[in-house]
C-alpha cells in the first residue's frame, strides 16, 4: 500500500514541477478548457435560474396548492383538432357552477372566482390603455397569496351587494394617485366611479407582462359590468396532503353538476400549480439536454489542445523518460506520471473555469437583475468531464512515452 502511495505521490509531484516550469505554456493550453467548464457552467446556471424564476413567479401569481376550472383550461401541449374538440364540447361556467362545487368540495379549503376583462381606463385626461379588470370574491387573497400594501381587499358583503368598489394595481395607483393617497379616492372603470380601497403590493412582471396593471372588483359588478365570458373557478387545499383530493374532488362535484356520465369526457378544463410546475421542470431539463452537451464541444476541443502539447512535452523530456526507464522506471509508472499530469493540467482547467463562471453569474445576476443559479450538478458535470478529457487526451502522448526505447532515448538530449 506504501509502495502505491509512493509512486502515485512521486507521479503527481513530478507532474506538477512539469506544469510550473512551464507556467504560460500551462495557462494557454487551459484557455479552451477553461471556457468549455465556464460555458457548461454558465450555461446549466442560466436553465437553473430560468427555472427558478419562472417557478417563483408562478407560486406569486397562483400561490401554492391552487387549482383552477375553466372553460378551455388546459395543461401540456394540444393539436389544433383537440383544441376545437372542447371548445365544441365544453359549456361555459356560471355562477351556478361556482356555488356547487363550493357548497360540494369537501375537501377544497376555499373556493372562489375570478373573471378578467381587459379595458383602457381614462380620468381626468389621463389615459391607461391595456389595464385588466378582475371580478373576484373575496377569498381570492387567500387563494392567490395576494398582498394587500395599503388599505384592504374587497369584503364579502361588497361581493354580495354588488359594491362599486376596487383594489389597484401599484401601476395603475402610481399612474392615477401619483404621491397621494388612493384609498377612498373614486376611479371610473367603463364610466361607473369605483371608491378604492386597496392598493395591492407590486408584483413586478412575467416574461414582459406587468403584475401590476390589474384592478380587483367585486365578482357580482364585473358580471353586471362585463358579463359571465372567461369566469373561473378557483380552489384552494389547506396542505400539500390534501391538494390532490380536493381537485378530485371538485373535479367530481362539476361533472355532477353537468350530469356527466362515467364515460363521457369533462366538459370543463382543469389546472392546477403542482402539474405546471412539473412541466415547468420538464421544459427546462429538455433545453439543458439540448444546450449542456453543445458547449460540451468547447471541452473536446481543449482536450485536443491539450494532447498536443502532451505530445510536445514527450518530445522535449525524451532524454529524461529514457534515463527513467535506465534506473527501473517501469512502462506503467511512465504511463501513470504521463497521465496524472494530463488529467491534473485539465483538472486546474476546470477550477478556473469555475471561477469565471462565478465571475460571469454573479456580474450578470448584479448588472441584469437575472438570477443564475450555479449547481452542484453543473459544478460535478464540469469538473468530471475536464479531468476525463483530460485522461483520454494524454493516453495517447503516455503510451507514446511509456513505449519509448531507453537507449533510443538516452541518445536525445533535446
Same mark, same amino acid.
Given at each position: 500500500?506504501?509502495?502505491?502511495?509512493?509512486?502515485?505521490?512521486?507521479?503527481?509531484?513530478?507532474?506538477?514541477?512539469?506544469?510550473?516550469?512551464?507556467?504560460?505554456?500551462?495557462?494557454?493550453?487551459?484557455?479552451?478548457?477553461?471556457?468549455?467548464?465556464?460555458?457548461? *457552467?454558465?450555461?446549466? &446556471?442560466? !436553465?437553473?435560474? #430560468?427555472? /427558478?424564476?419562472?417557478?417563483? =413567479?408562478?407560486?406569486?401569481?397562483?400561490? %401554492?396548492?391552487?387549482?383552477?376550472?375553466?372553460?378551455?383550461?388546459?395543461?401540456?401541449?394540444?393539436?389544433?383538432?383537440?383544441?376545437?374538440?372542447?371548445?365544441?364540447?365544453?359549456?361555459?361556467?356560471?355562477?351556478?357552477?361556482?356555488?356547487?362545487?363550493?357548497?360540494?368540495?369537501?375537501?377544497?379549503?376555499?373556493?372562489?372566482?375570478?373573471?378578467?376583462?381587459?379595458?383602457?381606463?381614462?380620468?381626468?385626461?389621463?389615459?391607461?390603455?391595456?389595464?385588466?379588470?378582475?371580478?373576484?370574491?373575496?377569498?381570492?387573497?387567500?387563494?392567490?397569496?395576494?398582498?394587500?400594501?395599503?388599505?384592504?381587499?374587497?369584503?364579502?358583503?361588497? *361581493?354580495?351587494?354588488? &359594491?362599486? !368598489?376596487?383594489? #389597484?394595481? /401599484?401601476?395603475?395607483?402610481? =399612474?392615477?394617485?401619483?404621491?397621494?393617497? %388612493?384609498?377612498?379616492?373614486?376611479?371610473?372603470?367603463?364610466?361607473?366611479?369605483?371608491?378604492?380601497?386597496?392598493?395591492?403590493?407590486?408584483?413586478?412582471?412575467?416574461?414582459?407582462?406587468?403584475?401590476?396593471?390589474?384592478?380587483?372588483?367585486?365578482?357580482?359588478?364585473?358580471?353586471?359590468?362585463?358579463?359571465?365570458?372567461?369566469?373561473?373557478?378557483?380552489?384552494?387545499?389547506?396542505?400539500?396532503?390534501?391538494?390532490?383530493?380536493?381537485?378530485?374532488?371538485?373535479?367530481?362535484?362539476?361533472?355532477?353538476?353537468?350530469?356527466?356520465?362515467?364515460?363521457?369526457?369533462?366538459?370543463?378544463?382543469?389546472?392546477?400549480?403542482?402539474?405546471?410546475?412539473?412541466?415547468?421542470?420538464?421544459?427546462?431539463?429538455?433545453?439543458?439536454?439540448?444546450?449542456?452537451?453543445?458547449?460540451?464541444?468547447?471541452?473536446?476541443?481543449?482536450?485536443?489542445?491539450?494532447?498536443?502539447?502532451?505530445?510536445?512535452?514527450?518530445?522535449?523530456?525524451?532524454?529524461?523518460?529514457?534515463?527513467?526507464?535506465?534506473?527501473?522506471?517501469?512502462?506503467?509508472?511512465?504511463?501513470?506520471?504521463?497521465?496524472?499530469?494530463?488529467?491534473?493540467?485539465?483538472?486546474?482547467?476546470?477550477?478556473?473555469?469555475?471561477?469565471?463562471?462565478?465571475?460571469?453569474?454573479?456580474?450578470?445576476?448584479?448588472?441584469?437583475?437575472?438570477?443564475?443559479?450555479?449547481?452542484?450538478?453543473?459544478?460535478?458535470?464540469?469538473?468530471?468531464?475536464?479531468?476525463?478529457?483530460?485522461?483520454?487526451?494524454?493516453?495517447?502522448?503516455?503510451?507514446?512515452?511509456?513505449?519509448?526505447?531507453?537507449?533510443?532515448?538516452?541518445?536525445?538530449?533535446?
Amino acid at each position: 500500500m506504501f509502495y502505491l502511495y509512493s509512486v502515485y505521490t512521486d507521479a503527481a509531484r513530478i507532474a506538477l514541477q512539469s506544469i510550473l516550469a512551464h507556467k504560460l505554456r500551462a495557462f494557454l493550453t487551459l484557455i479552451g478548457i477553461i471556457i468549455g467548464v465556464a460555458a457548461v *457552467v454558465v450555461v446549466g &446556471a442560466s !436553465v437553473s435560474g #430560468l427555472n /427558478s424564476y419562472v417557478t417563483t =413567479k408562478v407560486s406569486q401569481i397562483l400561490g %401554492a396548492n391552487h387549482f383552477m376550472i375553466a372553460r378551455m383550461a388546459h395543461q401540456g401541449q394540444s393539436t389544433d383538432e383537440e383544441f376545437e374538440r372542447r371548445n365544441r364540447r365544453n359549456k361555459q361556467l356560471n355562477w351556478d357552477d361556482y356555488e356547487w362545487v363550493r357548497n360540494h368540495c369537501q375537501s377544497c379549503a376555499e373556493v372562489g372566482i375570478e373573471i378578467g376583462t381587459g379595458t383602457d381606463l381614462k380620468q381626468d385626461g389621463i389615459e391607461f390603455p391595456g389595464a385588466i379588470v378582475f371580478g373576484v370574491t373575496s377569498n381570492m387573497l387567500e387563494i392567490e397569496n395576494k398582498t394587500i400594501a395599503d388599505g384592504r381587499f374587497i369584503s364579502p358583503d361588497e *361581493v354580495d351587494r354588488s &359594491a362599486l !368598489v376596487c383594489v #389597484l394595481g /401599484s401601476e395603475i395607483k402610481d =399612474k392615477f394617485f401619483p404621491n397621494t393617497e %388612493a384609498i377612498g379616492r373614486t376611479l371610473k372603470v367603463r364610466g361607473l366611479p369605483m371608491r378604492v380601497v386597496g392598493v395591492e403590493q407590486g408584483r413586478g412582471s412575467f416574461f414582459g407582462d406587468s403584475l401590476d396593471r390589474h384592478i380587483y372588483i367585486p365578482a357580482t359588478t364585473h358580471l353586471q359590468i362585463f358579463g359571465r365570458s372567461g369566469l373561473q373557478i378557483h380552489g384552494l387545499a389547506a396542505n400539500q396532503e390534501t391538494f390532490q383530493p380536493a381537485i378530485e374532488d371538485a373535479r367530481v362535484s362539476m361533472r355532477n353538476k353537468h350530469r356527466l356520465k362515467g364515460s363521457e369526457e369533462d366538459d370543463f378544463g382543469l389546472v392546477d400549480t403542482a402539474t405546471l410546475t412539473e412541466q415547468i421542470n420538464q421544459f427546462t431539463a429538455s433545453i439543458a439536454t439540448v444546450v449542456v452537451p453543445i458547449t460540451l464541444i468547447t471541452l473536446v476541443v481543449g482536450g485536443i489542445v491539450v494532447m498536443n502539447i502532451m505530445l510536445v512535452s514527450v518530445t522535449e523530456r525524451t532524454f529524461e523518460i529514457g534515463l527513467r526507464k535506465a534506473v527501473g522506471a517501469t512502462k506503467r509508472q511512465i504511463l501513470t506520471q504521463f497521465l496524472i499530469e494530463s488529467g491534473m493540467l485539465c483538472a486546474f482547467g476546470g477550477v478556473l473555469g469555475l471561477l469565471a463562471a462565478w465571475g460571469v453569474t454573479t456580474l450578470i445576476t448584479s448588472l441584469a437583475g437575472i438570477t443564475m443559479t450555479i449547481t452542484i450538478t453543473y459544478i460535478l458535470l464540469a469538473l468530471i468531464v475536464s479531468s476525463v478529457i483530460g485522461m483520454i487526451a494524454g493516453a495517447y502522448p503516455a503510451f507514446k512515452a511509456a513505449r519509448l526505447d531507453p537507449i533510443i532515448a538516452l541518445t536525445k538530449t533535446t
